[in-house]
């Protein structure tokens, strides 16, 4: 019986020494480098829009523009902010960089933030500002997003015409072709 007992002894004792032996070897590792780029892209999808001031049919009565507007336009954005200093945020402006308003009148845009992509899309400057050739903000506070890139996906923009001044500053046109820019970019 001694003799059994000390044969698995001797075996338990020489297995666990060449386990023991074997533990500092089973953990190996390795970097992995991850490269996230700065993305800043813009795009404006949509028809451009017309307005028109609409005329009077009877006469004594004012030329209209209630109900002038147009929705057509979006403004769609891909974005990856950094982790600290100022880039940690962008902002999109809007300036007319071509043409001019008719006198007597105001363009006006605002904007609302649709429903797809993922992020933060942002905060959309939804009440209606007259476009001028100073940059204004449009869209504030975006932080890493997209916003997807279907018809109706990102900031909707809505441009109005509203009167400016007095009646009598009104002159008639053909036609002015206005161009807005809108510019994203770090705060």
Do not use: W
């Not at 609409?54 to 982790?83: C, E, F, I, M, R």
Request: glycine share 10%.
């Amino acid at each position: 019986m001694f003799k059994k007992l000390f044969a698995i002894a001797a075996l338990v004792s020489i297995g666990s020494g060449a386990l023991y032996a074997q533990a500092p070897n089973n953990t190996k590792n390795h970097n992995v480098t991850i490269t996230v780029p700065d993305v800043a892209l813009l795009k404006i999808e949509g028809a451009d829009p017309t307005l028109a001031v609409v005329a009077p049919t009877v006469a004594g009565d004012p030329v209209s523009v209630t109900g002038v507007t147009n929705s057509d336009k979006s403004l769609q954005y891909s974005s990856t902010v950094a982790t600290s200093g100022g880039d940690m945020a962008r902002t999109i402006t809007a300036a007319i960089t071509a043409g001019t308003v008719p006198s007597g009148f105001d363009l006006k845009v605002s904007a609302v933030i649709a429903s797809g992509g993922d992020g933060a899309k942002g905060t959309a400057i939804g009440t209606p500002f007259a476009l001028t050739g100073t940059a204004q903000n449009i869209v504030t506070a975006i932080g890493s997003c997209y916003t997807g890139t279907a018809a109706g996906n990102g900031a909707v923009l809505t441009y109005a015409l509203a009167f400016k001044g007095a009646y009598a500053d009104i002159r008639y046109n053909a036609s002015d072709v206005i161009t807005v820019t809108y510019t994203l970019s770090d705060n």
